[in-house]
């Protein structure tokens, strides 16, 4: 008897994923091994084994990729300062190649001929994950069940659900799509789907407590970088998990990092997501302060076109392009001064810059004091405006000569 060939599923053991492997049952002649990548999802995990066998597949891997994200995709993407639409810090952009990595890893152990995911054909996902297979293994054969299928709706999927028994973590009065990770936490649709409606953060949040009802009192938190990657919190040395763990806790609890954005997919379509990011929030603002103070004027400026064109690289899913890792390099060559301490003062969801130090330090206070000084000759100025001005008065000449 011939054996079955292998198809690998992106499993999650959310709505869509719970569907996908009795579908693939029932329209492929195909043995179905689940792939659930740990990127910090926490206890959402944890039945996964049991709930994938019980529903047709015939293995399932799930590995901790959550030091792999952290140090591969979160950090490169935060030394470039990368901010989609300068709001959206890309957590679950950032997270797709990572696990689509690990897909195509265990495609090759298991000798699997496609690859399954359960992204959306309205989504940024599928362009994600499919773009990560053609670049590391062109060969595999992709297969998006909602491209194909007859189910329209999230409602449709949980009709569809429901008919098989099988469990899912939704109800149609609970209807958010979610995704969560080290880095964030997303909610899309439902009441989130019309703009002029108000998000119920009571309700909706997870990671973050409302900054109504945050602590009184201001937090203050140093981070010290090294090269332009964060080590330690308040003096204590954390490996990069556990510092993105413990940044979360402490943003959340001051009402850190929420972001409520329109944003305009790669698909063609505009969207709204509200994204908790705690830790994250904090990170971007102090590595930016800390730039502020090593970088000079011409790096720091080129750097910021640079950050733009490498959220949109990663946000449509181009981790694995020549171009990105190009703009990689030369983030990285930026980051050999990034080195110091940033103070925040976190207050009722807002997060202040409150000082930063460091031995790379551009800041010359002899130079910018509005005392004395002895560096800075203030008469040198005139010649400077005088040659910067040059092509302004010399259009201004010729204007004159036509009135």
């Given at each position: ?69 952290v140090k591969d ?177 402490i943003g959340g ?91 925040l003062k976190l ?57």
């Open positions: 008897m011939n054996k079955k060939e292998k198809v690998i599923l992106a499993y999650s053991g959310g709505l869509d994923t719970s569907i996908i492997i009795p579908w693939l049952k029932e329209n492929y002649d195909y043995e179905v091994i689940a792939v659930a990548g740990d990127v910090g999802q926490g206890e959402e995990l944890s039945p996964l084994k049991e709930k994938a066998i019980k529903t047709g597949a015939s293995k399932i891997y799930i590995e901790d990729l959550s030091e792999e994200f995709f979160i950090f490169p993407t935060l030394k470039a300062g990368a901010i989609y639409e300068g709001k959206y810090l890309l957590g679950t952009s950032i997270a797709r190649p990572c696990i689509a990595k690990k897909l195509v890893e265990i495609a090759e152990k298991e000798g699997a001929v496609a690859i399954c995911h359960g992204a959306t054909g309205k989504g940024n996902d599928q362009v994600r994950f499919e773009l990560t297979i053609k670049a590391l293994a062109p060969h595999l054969k992709i297969i998006a069940p909602w491209r194909i299928w007859n189910i329209k709706s999230r409602e449709d999927a949980i009709d569809y659900a429901q008919a098989r028994n099988i469990p899912i973590p939704v109800t149609k009065k609970d209807n958010y799509s979610r995704d969560r990770n080290l880095w964030h936490l997303s909610h899309e649709g439902s009441d989130l789907e019309n703009p002029w409606n108000e998000p119920q953060y009571d309700k909706l949040l997870k990671l973050i407590t409302p900054p109504e009802e945050a602590p009184d009192k201001p937090t203050y938190v140093e981070i010290y970088f090294e090269q332009g990657i964060p080590k330690k919190i308040n003096g204590k040395e954390y490996n990069p998990v556990e510092l993105v763990k413990e940044l979360n806790k609890e001051n009402g850190i990092g929420i972001t409520d954005i329109v944003e305009n997919r790669l698909v063609g379509m505009k969207s709204r997501g509200i994204y908790e990011t705690p830790g994250g929030t904090i990170l971007y603002t102090a590595h930016r302060e800390l730039e502020y103070l090593t970088l000079d004027r011409q790096t720091l400026h080129y750097k910021e076109m640079i950050a733009s064109k490498f959220a949109e690289l990663v946000y449509d899913g181009n981790w694995y392009t020549p171009l990105r890792e190009a703009l990689s390099a030369f983030v990285d060559s930026t980051q050999k001064t990034v080195t110091g301490t940033v103070r207050y009722k969801g807002n997060c202040i810059p409150a000082g930063s130090k460091s031995d790379y330090s551009l800041y010359n206070e002899e130079i910018a004091t509005f005392g004395k000084d002895e560096i800075y000759n203030q008469k040198d100025a005139e010649g400077f405006i005088n040659l910067f001005g040059l092509p302004l008065k010399v259009r201004a000449m010729m204007m004159e000569k036509y009135k």
